[in-house]
């Protein structure tokens, strides 16, 4: 079906900064922030300190004094985004079905925020404990098994050792390995955040001396030619 097409309607403008005001439905405007604050967002697993913002208005063409003035109206929708998913929204385009947002206002209306992410490293932890439970589960089994199956004592008792100095190791010295992990990822994903971060401000401040420069010093990731 073809869109339908609508002439923009032109009136005398009621401001003192312009002569004629024009309306259409298609005028917006379209803005992106940087926000220092700490909030939770969809698809990241920490609560950030700073994340950028886009929001989209509805938007009036004023003129006067032989130029154009745009003016942005009611907000229709504003959207926040990690630091690093900004920089993949912005890099990375006609990627599967977009980059996760977090949707803040729509249609002039707060959307309400979200809670606190779970903690990926407790997650992980639950799933190893559950995984170790089943892992000794199956060992008690087999266990028992041996038991069974008319094997003579001396058998028997070799391979119940076996199993039984098998699951002596998991239970001594696993949760100790899974512990230093957790500790592990926590302190991976600290400096993960301290590591975007970073590269963010140094991108944004690139990108501020390639605009003062004409646009002539393009963006570099260090360490790359």
Known sequence: MPREIV??????????????RTTHPAYAMIGASRVSGRTNLYASDFKHQN??????????????LNRDWHFGREELIEVALSESQWATFVSAPNVGSGVPCTLE????????????PPSRVDQFDAEIQERLKKCLKTLDDGIAAVQEVGLSKVKQDKLASIFKGVRTEIMSNLPFVAEQFSEHMEDTVEKAKQEVHGYMLQAMNRAG????NGGTMPLQIEGED
């Open 209 to 212: 001396l390639s605009a003062l």
């Open 51 to 64: 994340y950028m913002t886009i929001s989209i208005r509805r938007s009036e063409l004023h003129r006067g």
């Open 105 to 116: 206002y729509f249609q002039g209306k707060l959307v309400p925020g979200l809670p606190q």
């Open 7 to 20: 002439e923009p309607i032109t009136e005398a403008s009621e401001s003192p900064v312009s002569e004629t």
